[in-house]
């Protein structure tokens, strides 16, 4: 048994190694982003997909995931009906290979977690590759205790990333569903539509 499970261990190390393209890593991927999504299931999702078939595949939550986009180097996956996750392949320096996932959550609203790994999925410091935003960078217009004021008609700091056609990662807020429509329309006219972030080869920086 020791010997069956050492064999699987040291497969799927190999396949860590060999990756080149996103959907390898989303096999290869320990079950902890993918827990709902079994490796055999995976695999099949994928066969699908390239063969011109979006699937709608049993999940271990008696639902449904499906593949919505992709390609050699980004990756959309609906994991539920309130959760996606959105990944792409990045290359630090000349050869280091980053996956960089965006996990997003819809209840209340959409609301995501940028997570950054290597390519054997060891979690690596987010912070050494991306100043992620705060709620008060949304806010243009207006400084100091006016600033202040705006902020704390926020209830639910909510901010969602997703990846655009370009490969920018691409930061907004949803706040319209979460607040007294009151205190939106007030917060409404000082907010930034969206902070897009540049891969350069290094880490992501803001576009101005």
């Known amino acids: 048994m020791r010997t069956a499970v050492s064999i699987l261990m040291l497969a799927?190390?190999?396949?860590?190694?060999?990756?080149?393209?996103?959907?390898d890593f989303f096999i290869s991927e320990p079950d902890s982003l993918f827990t709902v999504i079994d490796r055999t299931t995976r695999m099949d999702m994928i066969d699908y997909y390239r063969s011109g078939k979006k699937i709608d595949a049993d999940n271990r939550l008696d639902g449904k995931s499906r593949i919505e986009e992709l390609t050699d180097s980004y990756m959309k996956i609906k994991?539920?009906?309130?959760?996606?996750?959105?990944?792409?392949?990045?290359?630090?320096g000349s050869s280091d290979t980053l996956i960089v996932v965006s996990k997003t959550l819809f209840e209340p609203a959409p609301d995501s977690k940028v997570m950054i790994f290597d390519r054997?999925?060891?979690?690596?410091?987010s912070k050494k590759y991306i100043a992620l935003p705060e709620v008060g960078d949304f806010?243009?217009?207006v400084s100091g205790k006016d600033k202040n004021g705006l902020l704390s008609l926020v209830e639910y700091p909510l901010v969602r990333f997703v990846f655009d056609s370009n490969g920018n990662l691409v930061a907004s807020t949803e706040?319209?569903?979460?607040?007294?429509?009151?205190?939106?329309?007030?917060?409404?006219?000082?907010?930034k539509d969206k902070i897009v972030y540049c891969w350069t080869g290094k880490k992501y920086t803001e576009l101005k």
Request: glycine share 4%.
């Open 12 to 23: 799927v190390s190999v396949c860590q190694m060999a990756a080149s393209v996103i959907s």
């Open 79 to 92: 994991l539920s009906e309130s959760a996606e996750i959105e990944m792409k392949i990045e290359i630090s």
């Open 120 to 125: 054997s999925w060891n979690p690596l410091d």
């Open 139 to 141: 806010i243009t217009g």
């Open 175 to 191: 706040f319209s569903g979460v607040m007294i429509k009151e205190n939106y329309d007030k917060l409404k006219p000082y907010l």
